[in-house]
């Protein structure tokens, strides 16, 4: 038994595989493992899967929602994952066609991929509304739904409007006032409310760690015609 979560009150989704995997003795991604849905309640197996199931797959991506929303019935609640948002759709589906078209890719690794994801920590993923895919335009290369380290760009992080195409807003991830070493790999993760607008970046360089509160600022002394209406403002 390598990892575990929970559906609901009464269900368990467990992750099984070797002791090698496990113990990080063997590290290659194509290891065989398999998924079982378990009721604690009745302590039957509802389901098993192999690590390379085209049913389980099928059904992460139309139910995404219930493996990684912990409060997906909550009043405030902007999800945004393949099986609810069209834009996250479409990402997912070029990752997807990615591992299909590569060199040592194919079908049932893009499967066995997708699927690595299981199982999900609730808390991984960002219900935001300023990260909704609906609502805002931006680069998911520097920043996503899922809180994990990614590249530290030297500009700010950019959103657009939807509806309109403007920019609404930009994030200022990097150090502030100090010059940037371009020699060393910058990785930053960020923390979202739920639905406030600040959110909390924690910047490493080498050893050297940075924390970030952004919060919202309001251009008052910009014409209305201006390309920005707003930033998040690190304090």
């Known amino acids: 038994m390598w990892k575990m979560q929970l559906l609901d009150e009464n269900h368990l989704f467990i992750k099984y595989t070797s002791e090698d995997v496990v113990t990080l003795r063997v590290t290659d991604p194509s290891q065989a493992s398999f998924f079982v849905v378990y009721n604690m309640v009745t302590t039957e197996v509802i389901a098993v899967f192999e690590n390379t199931s085209d049913e ?11 493996f990684r929303n912990a409060t ?57 509304p300023y990260l909704d895919l609906s609502l805002f335009s931006y680069d998911d290369k520097w920043v996503s739904v899922m809180e994990r380290p990614k590249t530290c760009g030297d500009h700010p992080i950019r959103f657009y409007a939807r509806d309109s195409g403007l920019l609404k807003f930009e994030i200022q991830a990097g150090l ?57 403002t690190p304090a």
């Open 56 to 66: 389980l797959l099928e059904l992460f991506e139309n139910f995404c929602d219930l």
């Open 176 to 232: 502030l006032g100090r010059p940037i070493n371009h020699t060393v790999r910058r990785l930053v993760a960020f923390t979202f409310h739920p639905f406030e607008p600040f959110a909390i970046s924690v910047q490493r360089t080498n050893a050297e760690y940075v924390v970030n509160f952004h919060v919202r600022h309001r251009c008052t002394s910009a014409p209305h015609h201006s390309r920005a209406g707003q930033d998040f």
């Open 72 to 128: 997906l019935h909550s009043e405030v609640q902007f999800p945004c994952s393949a099986s609810s948002n069209n834009f996250a759709r479409q990402i997912q589906r070029r990752f997807k066609d990615t591992i299909i078209n590569a060199k040592y890719g194919g079908h049932t690794e893009a499967v066995r991929r997708l699927l690595g994801q299981l199982p999900i920590s609730a808390q991984s993923y960002s219900g935001s």
